[in-house]
Structures are given as structure tokens and as C-alpha cells.
């Protein structure tokens, strides 16, 4: 069984309309008293993180409290590079490498 959903056929030869109904309180619905208005409405919504929510945003203000790059190693980095004294160790990077590519595999 299909039904095909169709807003302008089915929308077909009606008068649309306009303007607001008067907006009752659902005691008015029950009593049957359909003129009395909503006088007041209170919020009963509630929002409650998790315990992961929670510890992601300790983590957030935590990197954000901390310096984006250790300067004294960068400027390390940089002498020894302009030096030609930097030596890049290729099993050192290719362990990390793979060790990353594994960890991103298996999440």
C-alpha cells in the first residue's frame, strides 16, 4: 500500500486560513469552557548533561587554559634546523605514524 503525499492537490479547492484562534488552557478544554485564556504558562523543560558531556568540557577549558605550542621547543626545532643539525628519526615517525593509523581504525 502506498499513499502519495501531494500538499497542492490535496490543499485543492479549500480556503486557507488566516489570522489565530484564541489560545485555551487545557482545564478549558476539559470543562468545556472554550473562552478562557492561557494566563500564564511555566516552563517544566529540563536540560541534564552526561557524565562524558561534563568531562569534555573540563577538557575544553583545559586546552583552551594552556598555550597552543611549546615555544622553547619550537625555537629548539628551529636552531637546529637552520643549523642542519636536525636529524629527523624515520623509525621513531613511522612508529607514531602507524600507531595513529591503527587507533583512528579500530574507533
Known amino acids: ?6 500538499a497542492y492537490q490535496s490543499l485543492a ?4 486560513v488566516t489570522g489565530r484562534a484564541p489560545v485555551k488552557t487545557a482545564q478549558a478544554a476539559v ?12 516552563a517544566t523543560d ?5 557524565g562524558d558531556a561534563v568531562q569534555l568540557q573540563k577538557f575544553e577549558k583545559t586546552l583552551s587554559a594552556s ?3 611549546n ?3 619550537v625555537d629548539q626545532l628551529r636552531q637546529a634546523i637552520s ?16 600507531r595513529f593509523e591503527f587507533t583512528l581504525g579500530n574507533a
Request: hydrophobic share 30%; aromatic share 2%.
Open 71 to 73: 615555544s622553547g621547543k
Open 83 to 98: 643549523k642542519g643539525s636536525y636529524q629527523v628519526d624515520a623509525k621513531a615517525v613511522a612508529s607514531k605514524l602507524s
Open 46 to 50: 529540563s536540560v541534564s548533561l552526561t
Open 1 to 6: 500500500m502506498s499513499n502519495k503525499i501531494d
Open 31 to 42: 470543562d468545556g469552557n472554550s473562552n478562557k485564556a492561557v494566563a500564564s504558562i511555566t
Open 67 to 69: 598555550p597552543a605550542s
Open 13 to 16: 479547492g479549500r480556503t486557507p
